[in-house]
């Protein structure tokens, strides 16, 4: 339900905001210095803008205005139910499902967002949050690449920080995914056992 209402939400705001940014009112000018199509030269690039009548301007003003502020209030709602975790740029979140990992990727896939995948000590502690608040081990982003004991973000990205757990990684081939314990450091584990879905937006 979480994960339905947040991407409905995101989608939404998304569209409002292109929307809006496409309407081609007489004062717009910063819009298209910010689009770098500003001047003579590009009067065939801003012809095209052209899609929404302006008088929708201020009633689409109006609606996005009002959708960013409910955004706002299910963040804040969200966050001080433990539901959602903020640092920087992203969002954590979790359903609380223990599943396998291509069940918990798909999870977090179909809802908008990814498997969590810490990227400094920070971000290690906001999972580690829903680790502890749940008392279950979570997959993470990560897996063993082809090269054996080497291993890489889902996005197929090298890793610039970890959190092994002492004498971690050891399957050396047979444990392709990668689980955080409640102590915030990770394992090297089998992808087909049952772990807490964490996702990040």
């Avoid at 995101?10 to 081609?24: D, E, F, G, K, S």
Wanted: proline share 2%.
């Amino acid at each position: 339900m979480f994960f339905q209402s947040f991407y409905t939400f995101t989608v939404l705001a998304a569209l409002l905001v292109t929307c809006h940014a496409l309407c081609r009112c007489p004062d717009n000018s910063g819009l298209l210095k910010i689009l770098g199509i500003a001047g003579k030269d590009n009067l065939k690039e801003q012809q095209q803008l052209s899609v929404l009548p302006c008088s929708l301007d201020n009633k689409m003003h109006n609606v996005f205005g009002n959708v960013e502020h409910r955004l706002s209030r299910l963040e804040g709602v969200l966050a001080l139910n433990g539901k959602i975790k903020e640092v920087g740029e992203k969002l954590f979140a979790s359903n609380g499902k223990e599943v396998n990992f291509a069940s918990a990727l798909e999870s977090c896939e179909k809802a908008g967002g990814t498997l969590a995948t810490p990227k400094n000590e920070e971000e290690n502690e906001a999972v580690l949050g829903f680790v502890k608040q749940y008392n279950r081990y979570a997959y993470l982003g990560i897996k063993e690449s082809e090269n054996i004991g080497q291993f890489k973000s889902i996005n197929d990205t090298t890793l610039n920080y970890t959190n092994w757990r002492r004498q971690e990684p050891n399957g050396k081939g047979t444990e392709k995914c990668v689980e955080m314990y409640t102590d915030g450091t990770w394992n090297d584990k089998k992808c087909s056992l049952n772990r807490l879905t964490i996702c990040e937006f």
